[in-house]
């Protein structure tokens, strides 16, 4: 969960600072699409290097699911019978909806891909015009909504995810001075932030 | 004051259990024990069966009690033992629900009382030293820094009761296994079987027991306050005693 979770989180934090050119305008962005496609040209075909890192994140998506998904069925088969009541005394809000909000994020992927990567889900999807993409599918209010909530999940999953990344690769700290909540939450808020601000700039005439 | 108890009863393990609803009357100075010793006089007064539940010490050190009052592991009062609570802690007229510890590896024997032979198990695994420790020997002969005493002070807390098994939302033992695993590997005489003592542990754990998932619940009701900070250094121990033993060089193989 740990190693396949650093790469996602290595990809999120990129793929939201990346995303910032949409500020620079349709040149800026556009140019940045295509330059992900050229990179290791000549050497690499056209998009060759691209779909290493495809492959990579999607090693590091299936590993992510298939441990939590062994995660789960062990912890299910560890309590058989539950309690007829049972307090949440500490366990925050973040750590008991990791499960589902992995599933959230899942769902919010596989729309995502087929909206602003291969277009079929976009009304007026014109491959390598991202900004315009982005724009006009982010005008449609209730997929900006889409986003903002899929977007609010994978913060909590973050902050849980990086707080416990610490936790599992033993880097402790002592109850009270609990740094690694700070950095977990700071790294939470940016990558949360930076996703929500697109489409707010949209729908806001911000960006257009 | 009155209370009304809502407490498992199962015959035996593997039979079928359920609540039974009983009154009884105490009072605030007694220990959570001791009411139930109450309940137990009036149920064998009236010929029934009285209610088994675990007890040894009863001043909170040998962690033999162990009931889940009101969906918390040893009751309302934090780092308490639930033979240390008292029944000031309630109120007249409460309605308390008592059940056993729920874990697979904790199968309930009868009524409240569970089998916790699988943290024998993880013991058995690594949790001790085998040297010859001879007669006691001159304190400060082996000097141990204040810091690493300290916390293995705090890690040999633990009494293994179980509570952190209970109140995990996963059924983990991770919070015992770290104790026991940090006690022994802060001190000196812990360092000849350090890895293979936590390669083993971790594996038996592993073995009967629920995974962590960092949801923190077991620190909150243990009652020696032990805190999740072990479970990273158990975590961090686990880490490099497999990168040793991959590489063919673990410490205290012998
Ligand atoms: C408001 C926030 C987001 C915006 C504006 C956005 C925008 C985009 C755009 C424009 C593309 C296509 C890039 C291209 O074809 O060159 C893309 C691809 C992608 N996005 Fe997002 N995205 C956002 C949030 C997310 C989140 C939260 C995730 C994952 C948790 C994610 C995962 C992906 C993936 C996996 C791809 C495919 C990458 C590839 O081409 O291999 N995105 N995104
Ligand atoms: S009876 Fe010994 S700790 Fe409670």
């Not at chain 2, 085998?130 to 293995?152: C, E, F, H, Q, Y």
């Amino acid at each position: 969960m740990a190693v396949s979770g650093i790469a996602l989180f290595g990809f999120v934090l990129t793929h939201m600072l990346g995303n910032l050119k949409l500020y620079q305008g349709a040149e800026k962005l556009n140019a940045y699409a295509e330059w992900l496609r050229e990179m290791g040209s000549p050497a690499l075909p056209h998009s060759g290097a691209l779909w290493l890192l495809r492959a990579g994140l999607i090693v590091a998506v299936v590993v992510h699911i298939v441990c939590a998904y062994q995660l789960t069925r062990i912890n299910q088969k560890a309590r058989p019978v539950g309690y007829k009541r049972r307090a949440t005394i500490q366990a925050t809000y973040a750590s008991r909806t990791l499960r589902w909000g992995g599933v959230i994020i899942l769902l919010f992927v596989l729309y995502h891909l087929g909206h602003l990567t291969f277009g079929q889900l976009h009304p007026d999807f014109v491959a390598g015009d991202v900004y315009n993409n982005v724009v006009v599918g982010f005008s449609v209010w209730w997929v900006s909504a889409l986003y903002m909530v899929a977007n609010l999940a994978l913060g909590l999953h973050l902050y849980h995810g990086v707080w416990s990344l610490f936790q599992t690769l033993g880097v402790a700290a002592p109850r009270g001075g609990d740094w690694r909540r700070g950095i977990a939450a700071a790294f939470a808020f940016v990558v949360t932030v930076g996703n929500l601000s697109f489409p707010i700039a949209v729908l806001t005439g911000l960006v257009g | 004051m009155r209370l009304e108890l809502r407490i498992w009863r199962q015959p035996r393990r593997d039979a079928d259990g359920d609540f039974a609803t009983y009154h009884v009357d105490a009072s605030p100075d007694m220990s959570f024990l001791e009411m139930l010793d109450v309940l137990n006089e009036t149920l064998t007064e009236a010929g029934d069966d009285p209610v088994a539940f675990e007890h040894d010490c009863r001043e909170g050190i040998c962690g033999s009690c162990s009931l889940m009052i009101n969906g918390r592991a040893h009751g309302p009062e934090p780092g308490t033992a639930t033979c240390q609570l008292h029944m000031r802690k309630f109120r007249d007229g409460d309605v308390i629900r008592i059940e056993p510890w729920r874990s697979a590896a904790f199968p309930v024997l009868k009524d409240l009382v569970v089998d916790r032979s699988d943290f024998d198990k993880i013991i058995q695994a690594g949790g001790y030293i085998s040297i010859n420790t001879g007669s006691a020997p001159d304190a400060n002969l082996i000097p141990v820094p204040k810091r690493s005493a300290d916390l293995a002070m705090d890690a040999a807390e633990c009494i293994g009761c179980g509570a952190c098994v209970a109140q995990c939302p996963n059924g983990a033992a991770q919070l015992f296994t770290a104790a026991k695993v940090s006690h022994l590997a802060l001190l000196p005489q812990g360092q000849a079987e350090r890895d293979q003592r936590v390669l083993r542990m971790v594996a038996e754990m592993e073995r009967a027991f629920g995974s962590c998932t960092n949801y923190g619940e077991c620190e909150v009701v243990c009652p020696k306050g032990i805190s999740i900070e072990f479970i990273a250094r158990m975590n961090r121990d686990y880490l490099k005693a497999s990168l040793r033993a991959g590489s063919g060089r673990p410490k205290g193989s012998g």
